[in-house]
């Protein structure tokens, strides 16, 4: 054994100092550690419905061409002109304007080791996104990143291979993954809307993304077809059409082109998928006034919902199935109920306003999106299920009707006159804010639904 002995005397004064000296030092330490981690930023918080949520300045930078051919460049702009739209898109997010960028990864490197954080929170970048592409023989490769420049952290790092053709696809693949580190949730950019659109004269069901694009006409009935509906799948839609004379509903896979027809006596509307099955709910006027029943997907009757004299109409299910939401005339004016399946006991939940209609049920199952009109304002409200105090979203800006929630919860997509007496699509914030056009198109839309998938893991 090797040992040291110092022969250095030092006096009490001396050590006392030094003593002190080093507790204070280590005290300091300690609390820049606290200061620092106080202060880092962690990003799996974000509640996308919070009323008060400023969003969150994120810096996309160009893609790095690993080939450097002129096909990759123009790749390249393209696909972070699609990542930047749809992170725009969203509630939560706002991409910077890179005349504020103080280093380029795409030449630099986009990797961890190779970036200067403090470039990107000197102007105030809370996220970095680096991607780098290459091209061969029309198959294409993306590497992306997404960085936390707080903590100098890494937080996601995909890579995509495909066709050309699927650029935007990969990208939006993506953002989900970029939604799902931030929110906990895999965000809007895999789903759909349809809706209705005017060809003609006559009314037609249309779909299109998340963000308007990628338009497709679904139905050529050359007759009024209206309310579609998704099934939580996304392989299935109802909808009413008069293409027979009568409102009858309709029920399509759109991938297989097959469905059925259900067409009792008398009016058939109001479809409503039940989460995670092909069933689902309609109102039917066979035996009467209109009533809301459950249905297999050959429009076969379950059960009968509701039992009253009043009509009853656009049933919406909780996210568990358990429930319902309609609009009912049993108390003599439009208002909103909820009934329990297996009870069957409705509940009324709206009671300020003398018509109420057109509710939607939130995606977790807290909230009930509506249409209220007072004083010949039309305009949505949204309620909270255990406190039933509501909250007008839409106000002074033109009629406001068929709310229909994005699968995340972030988002309402709404039919409004606001641009003028025709009306079209627009999408806002759950709480009311940041509301613009959704579609660029001929003819009026109207009747929105927004599709339920909640993304894939990739």
Request: charged share 20%; with cysteine.
């Amino acid at each position: 054994m090797v040992s040291f002995t110092s022969n250095k005397r030092y006096s009490r004064p001396y050590m006392a100092n030094k003593i002190i000296l080093h507790t204070l030092f280590y005290f300091l330490v300690g609390l820049l550690f606290l200061l620092s981690t106080g202060s880092a930023k962690d990003y799996d918080y974000i509640n996308v419905t919070n009323p008060f949520l400023k969003k969150t300045p994120v810096a996309v930078t160009d893609f790095k061409t690993f080939n450097g051919h002129p096909g990759e460049v123009n790749i390249g702009k393209t696909a972070r002109g699609i990542l930047k739209e749809a992170l725009d898109f969203t509630g939560y997010l706002k991409t910077m304007n890179p005349v504020s960028f103080l280093s380029n990864p795409a030449e630099s490197g986009i990797g961890l080791g190779e970036i200067n954080f403090r470039d990107w929170t000197g102007i105030g970048a809370d996220l970095l996104i680096t991607g780098g592409i290459s091209e061969e023989k029309g198959k294409i490769t993306f590497k992306l990143r997404l960085f936390d420049t707080f903590n100098t952290k890494l937080l996601i790092g995909k890579i995509y291979t495909g066709p050309e053709s699927q650029v935007r696809k990969m990208i939006h693949l993506f953002c989900s993954e970029i939604s799902y580190q931030l929110t906990g949730k895999w965000g809007i950019f895999n789903s759909k809307i349809a809706f209705v659109s005017t060809v003609n004269g006559k009314k037609e069901i249309f779909s299109c993304d998340f963000d308007g694009q990628n338009i497709k006409q679904i139905t050529s009935h050359k007759s009024i077809s209206l309310s579609p509906s998704w099934s939580s799948d996304g392989k299935w839609l109802a909808y009413v059409s008069y293409a027979k004379g009568k409102p009858d509903l309709f029920i399509k896979n759109l991938k297989e082109n097959r469905g059925s027809i259900i067409n009792y006596k008398g009016m058939n509307i109001s479809p409503g998928w039940m989460p995670g099955q092909l069933k689902l709910v309609a109102a039917l006027s066979f035996s009467g006034d209109q009533e809301i029943y459950l249905l297999n997907i050959k429009g076969e009757i379950i059960k009968r919902i509701t039992k009253s004299w009043g009509i009853d109409v656009s049933p919406d299910f909780s996210p568990d199935g358990k429930k319902i939401v309609f609009n009912s005339k049993r108390a003599g004016t439009p208002q909103i109920y909820i009934q329990d399946l297996e009870s069957d006991r409705p509940i009324r939940v709206t009671f300020k306003g003398k018509n109420n209609t057109s509710p939607a049920w939130s995606p977790d199952g807290k909230k009930i999106a509506y249409v209220g009109i007072e004083d010949n304002n039309i305009n949505i409200f949204v309620m909270p299920i255990d406190s039933g105090v509501r909250v007008q979203l839409t106000m002074n800006a033109g009629d406001n009707e068929d709310p229909s929630w994005s699968p995340d919860g972030s988002m309402i997509t709404f039919t409004s006159t606001r641009e003028g007496n025709v009306p079209r699509i627009f999408v806002m914030n759950a709480t009311g804010s940041d509301p613009r056009r959704l579609l660029r198109m001929k003819g009026k839309q109207t009747q929105p639904s927004w599709s339920l998938s909640k993304g894939t893991k990739n």
